[in-house]
């Protein structure tokens, strides 16, 4: 998520337990937090059972942990416009922000006068979540798909976003045009020459998805009234995709983009709807002022009119008051058909969505995905497809359709965590019991009209506000779920000391094991982030100069089981000493012979490491690998003055300045060896 998004959370006003007061009395039973202890990451749980059964293309032993061990010493923070990765590495920029992914779109100007045209037509603004699929299996050519969370107007266009003097409102559609094209996901065909990674221009795969881009809509609320508009009177299109933050991949070869804030792209100057003031939709502007060429006379199918939501009409035929619910989802789209649509897969709930994972497969189970809605006092949620979990669907001859299979139908839960340690997944039916004593189909007519409003169904019936959930990993090796609570400055209620911290401003990061059931888990902290000076009570995994971070954001593990932690800071005591950065864990390592969890120190370089830092300003997001764990793709989103250089660890000469440009690094060992180890 960008530092620089409005912050959602004041729309959460239930009274649900807060986590902290959870924790509050999980520790205080269990007694394990001890003053000055340094404890890594906190094992609440003495039977937590971290032993699952490893995958066959795992490098892991029998007993199910993963054998490979991290194979870099940890690097110091970083102050400069430029990259810093660890000794034995190299990190070159490739498709930065307007790199021409067709012959149509002009190359990159530094003055910033690309048309609208030439940014439908090349990668797009402030790269986030993405991955890597590989051409029949290849390390050396495949596909990158990225997201593009959100714009930057001054870097975008020559001077900014023009105003009419008078009124302040916009009054360039060119302008406008090259915003919204500059939102959504990119796809590429890169490969690899011996040397270096290249986009290849013109190949046929190569497509943007925009916040133009039409889409279909499947799940509870396909073809649904509430969803038709002028220009979509059956319910089934929606234009566009937008703040694409973290994002998925299916075991069947296709990604998941999540739309996450959202609701500052829409207004409704009129009265708005419950759902709409629960998710923080605005009653008096937008974000970029695209509802202002409203009317202009190069408007194409009310292009900018869509984006004021206020009912205007006789009935939602007439305008646009059903538009934005056909944002706030997980869309699926295909990178391997460039003639596919993308899918709004609305069964898994409609929040500021945060990264979406699937959970471990089993054959003959269904399949589970987890996914965070990214606010302060907000939830977690899991998605349990009806469909049962076949091996044979992860080469079908229809992605999309094989993503219907286990995305459209089945039943969405949200978290409750209860303070001895164990967990309860509550479903949001119409069935669903209330905190009250009644039902979610007291409140809600349908299915649709929960989904509709997941946030304000979640409240009723008793989730338990969260941190800011943000992206998730589940480890390949024993199947574990982790969740980054990326910080909380907002809760300010009085805690008893065993608690996690007041104010904060530094994060953490939560793991849970599934139980025997569908609605069970068991939970506990993994790690908190905290700067290396501060105290007891701040510093309670006891973070050296070599680790300290703040802010966990992007979270994934590589298919050998070694975890990546990336920050997007803004607490100043670990911003003063490092720009944002990216670290290596092995979760086993955490563990000494009893199954206790180990100090990290300055002296302990068997645990938690920083591996890479990001140039000034930036926040450093997106992770992911070739199947060979040979080259590493991750991403530099809003940098300060950078890039200067293809080699990313060039810094910007002191008094140059550049117009910066978001963009993809790929690390590579010098060696040619798997990355990490």
Same mark, same amino acid.
């Given at each position: ?246 994002? =998925? ?122 996914? =965070? ?88 019936? =008793? ?131 009893? =199954? ?82």
């Amino acid at each position: 998520m960008s530092k620089f998004t409005t912050d959602p959370t004041r729309y959460n006003k239930t009274e649900n337990e807060p986590f902290d007061s959870v924790l509050n009395k999980y520790i205080s039973r269990r007694d394990v937090l001890k003053s000055g202890s340094g404890i890594a990451a906190l094992s609440m749980l003495s039977g937590f059972g971290l032993l699952g059964c490893s995958d066959d293309d795992n490098d892991s032993d029998n007993s199910g942990e993963t054998s490979v061990t991290l194979g870099f010493e940890s690097i110091a923070g970083s102050k400069t416009d430029a990259v810093v990765v660890a000794a034995g590495y190299t990190a070159m920029v490739l498709a930065p922000w307007a790199e021409p992914l067709k012959s149509i779109a002009s190359e990159y100007k530094p003055d910033g006068t690309n048309s609208s045209v030439d940014q439908e037509n090349a990668m797009g603004m402030h790269h986030d979540g993405m991955y890597y699929f590989p051409i029949d299996g290849s390390s050396t050519d495949g596909l990158l798909v990225v997201n593009h969370e959100y714009i930057d107007q001054n870097a975008l266009h020559p001077n900014g976003a023009t105003r009419d003097p008078d009124t302040g409102l916009r009054n360039d559609a060119e302008e406008i045009r090259k915003e919204i094209f500059a939102h959504g996901v990119s796809v590429a065909r890169i490969q690899f020459d011996g040397s270096n990674w290249n986009v290849v221009k013109d190949d046929p795969h190569n497509r943007r998805f925009t916040g133009a881009t039409e889409m279909v809509v499947s799940g509870p609320l396909e073809n649904h009234e509430l969803l038709q508009t002028k220009y979509s009177p059956d319910g089934s299109i929606v234009r566009g995709t937008l703040n694409n933050c973290g994002n =998925g991949f299916t075991p069947w070869g296709t990604y998941l983009t999540n739309e996450e804030n959202w609701p500052g792209y829409f207004v409704n100057t009129g009265t708005r709807t419950e759902d709409q003031v629960r998710i923080g939709l605005d009653d008096e502007d937008t974000r970029y002022g695209w509802d202002d060429l409203a009317g202009d006379p190069t408007e194409v199918d009310d292009e900018f009119a869509r984006f004021d939501v206020t009912a205007k009409g006789a009935s939602a035929l007439e305008d646009y008051r059903n538009e934005a619910n056909g944002h706030g989802y997980i869309v699926e789209m295909d990178p391997y058909d460039p003639t596919s649509m993308a899918v709004k897969r609305t069964a898994l709930g409609r929040v500021r969505h945060e990264g979406c994972v699937y959970g471990k497969l089993v054959e003959g189970q269904p399949m589970t995905f987890y996914t =965070g809605h990214d606010a302060r006092f907000e939830y977690i949620y899991k998605f349990v497809s009806d469909a049962a979990w076949d091996p044979d669907d992860a080469n079908p001859s229809n992605r999309l359709a094989t993503g219907a299979k286990y995305m459209d139908a089945g039943t969405l839960y949200v978290a409750r965590f209860d303070a001895d340690g164990t967990g309860a997944w509550l479903p949001l039916t119409l069935d669903s019991v209330t905190t009250t004593g009644g039902m979610l189909g007291d409140t809600f007519s349908s299915l649709a009209e929960i989904i509709l409003n997941t946030a304000g169904a979640a409240d009723l019936v =008793g989730a338990t506000p969260m941190d800011r959930p943000e992206w998730g990993a589940v480890d390949p090796i024993d199947g574990a779920v982790y969740m980054t609570m990326t910080n909380n400055t907002r809760r300010t209620e009085t805690t008893n000391a065993p608690n996690p911290r007041l104010n904060n401003a530094y994060g953490h990061i939560v793991r849970w094991e599934e139980g025997d059931s569908l609605t069970s888990f068991t939970w506990d902290i993994f790690v908190f982030g905290s700067p290396a000076d501060g105290d007891a009570d701040t510093n309670r995994s006891g973070l050296s100069d070599l680790n300290q971070f703040a802010s966990p954001d992007g979270l994934a593990f590589d298919s050998r089981g070694i975890m990546w932690i990336q920050t997007d800071n803004g607490a100043d005591a670990v911003e003063e000493y490092t720009n944002d950065q990216m670290l290596a864990v092995i979760p086993k390592d955490l563990t000494d012979s009893s =199954g206790t969890k180990q100090v990290i120190n300055a002296d302990n370089q068997t645990s938690l490491r920083r591996f890479f830092v990001g140039p000034n300003g930036c926040e450093v997001t997106g992770i992911c690998f070739t199947p060979d764990n040979t080259s590493m793709f991750l991403n530099i989103q809003h940098p300060g003055n950078f890039p200067y250089d293809t080699d990313a660890t060039v810094e910007t000469p002191a008094g140059m300045d550049i117009r910066p440009r978001a963009t993809t690094i790929v690390v590579r060992k010098a060696d040619g060896g798997p990355i990490g180890v």
